[in-house]
Each structure stands twice: as C-alpha cells, then as structure tokens.
C-alpha cells in the first residue's frame, strides 16, 4: 500500500530553519515527482515546490524561492523540505505529495489534481 507520511513540524522562530520529511512506502521515487503543498489557517492549500522523478527538476513558488529548497534520499524513500529563513506567513500545515505520472509528464507539476496520492500534513507554526 502505497503511504506518505510527513514529519518535523514543530513552532520555531522567525528566521529560523526547518526541515520537514516525507517518508514514503509502496513506491519507487524514481518514478514519482514529488511535491510539498501547505494550507495556512483560512487559506485555500497552495503549492510550495516540487522536484521531478529523476530528481533533476525543481521548481519553487515565488514566496519560497531562495529560501526553500527540496531532496531526497532513494536509499530511505525519503524526500525533505528544508525551509530556512522562515517567516510568519510560512506558518501552514505542510503536505507531501506524489504524481504517479511523473515518469512519463516532464519536469513537475503545481496542481493539486495531478498529485494522487498524499500524506496526512505536518503542522509548522513561525513565531516568537
């Protein structure tokens, strides 16, 4: 059975750093793209970035680029987000997120309907 399940959401100050992780089960990242979403508090859920199946592609939102950057590890199936100079608009719960297509679609996409599969979210709270 295929699973995401984030961690690493905790509070922590303006200009601080993070990183969260998305552990995956029941599939091969190099065949997914994977993509971090997050859902601030009234907000619609919104796309952070993404990274292709091959890990070769990143692509970010405006509001995070040079701030945020994503990885991954194939030996632990694991993907992060790290997140440094966070600032109280980042406070969101974080998503990840995984498009069975990415194998065959280039690049990654930002839309939440290309995305099957998800995780449960992980809450980050920045402020002091």
Same mark, same amino acid.
């Given at each position: 059975?295929?699973?995401?399940?984030? +961690?690493?959401?905790? /509070?922590?100050?303006?200009?601080? +750093?993070?990183?969260?992780?998305?552990?995956?089960?029941? /599939?091969?990242?190099?065949? *997914?793209?994977?993509?971090? #979403?997050?859902?601030?508090?009234?907000?619609? =859920?919104?796309?952070? /970035?993404? @990274?292709? +199946?091959?890990?070769?592609?990143? %692509? #970010?939102?405006?509001?995070?680029?040079?701030? #945020?950057?994503?990885?991954?590890?194939?030996?632990? %199936?694991?993907? *992060? /987000?790290? @997140? %440094?100079?966070?600032?109280?608009?980042?406070?969101?719960?974080? *998503?990840?997120?995984?498009? =069975? @297509?990415?194998?065959?679609?280039?690049?990654?996409?930002?839309?939440? *309907?290309?995305?099957?599969?998800?995780?449960?979210?992980?809450?980050?709270?920045?402020?002091?």
């Amino acid at each position: 059975q295929l699973q995401l399940v984030e +961690s690493g959401g905790r /509070l922590v100050q303006p200009g601080g +750093s993070l990183r969260l992780s998305c552990a995956t089960s029941g /599939l091969t990242l190099d065949y *997914y793209s994977i993509a971090w #979403f997050r859902q601030a508090p009234g907000k619609e =859920r919104e796309w952070v /970035l993404c @990274m292709s +199946s091959d890990g070769g592609i990143t %692509n #970010f939102a405006d509001s995070v680029k040079g701030r #945020f950057t994503i990885y991954r590890d194939n030996a632990k %199936n694991t993907v *992060y /987000l790290q @997140m %440094n100079s966070l600032k109280p608009e980042d406070t969101a719960v974080y *998503y990840c997120a995984a498009d =069975r @297509m990415g194998y065959i679609v280039p690049g990654c996409r930002s839309q939440e *309907y290309d995305y099957e599969y998800w995780g449960q979210g992980t809450r980050v709270t920045v402020s002091s």
